[in-house]
């Protein structure tokens, strides 16, 4: 079975703001998409995508063996929020690849909480548990985005993995230009963009 590394420029604030106060049918449609998802019958939680979506927006406790099922639903906010969506894969052998591909970017200076391995488990959304399956999310700050720019564009020519390189690239530099732009917004500093990352 194959997977896919997607990587979302997105706040985290900002996606905190969008629970908090959500806008008109965004909780509605949710729903919507999760009961597709349920009616699948593909997934193996101790909580439906239905009911995560009603935990995660009504904040209510959180199921500690629904990891899964949280994961599902923040991966829903932030592809119908206000984000930036880049893909890579599929990958028939996506852990094996993504780990080889991590071992490889280490070797030529990228630090290891750089790489994939390093990013892709540190899930930022602390009030649910990471999935155990799929989709497992991961967290780039922006904060980092500058360091990681510069030690991912001279290992482009240099790596076998070099189309990963070319998306996460992409990915930072998206980044880079919209936290510019919040920075520098008239009415006052915009909430930055970070990566957030969904394995599987």
Sequence with gaps: ??????????????????????????????????AVIDARGEMEASRTVVEAVDDIFGGRPKDPGAGDAYARVWQDVIEYGESTRFDFGPLRLGAQYLQEASEEFESVGVPRELTPTGFMYDNPFTSTPQAKHAPVIGHVTAARMPQMRQVYGPIVDRVRAAEL??????AVDET????????????????????VTFYG
Aim: no cysteine.
């Design 165 to 170: 390189v070319k998306v996460l690239l992409a």
């Design 1 to 34: 079975m194959s997977t896919q590394l997607t990587i979302y420029s997105v706040g985290i604030q900002s996606v905190a703001g969008w629970i908090r106060h959500p806008a008109p049918g965004t909780v509605e449609m949710s729903r919507e998409r999760a």
């Design 176 to 195: 880079l230009d919209f936290n510019t732009f919040a920075r520098e917004f008239p009415d006052g500093p915009l909430p930055l963009r970070d990566l």
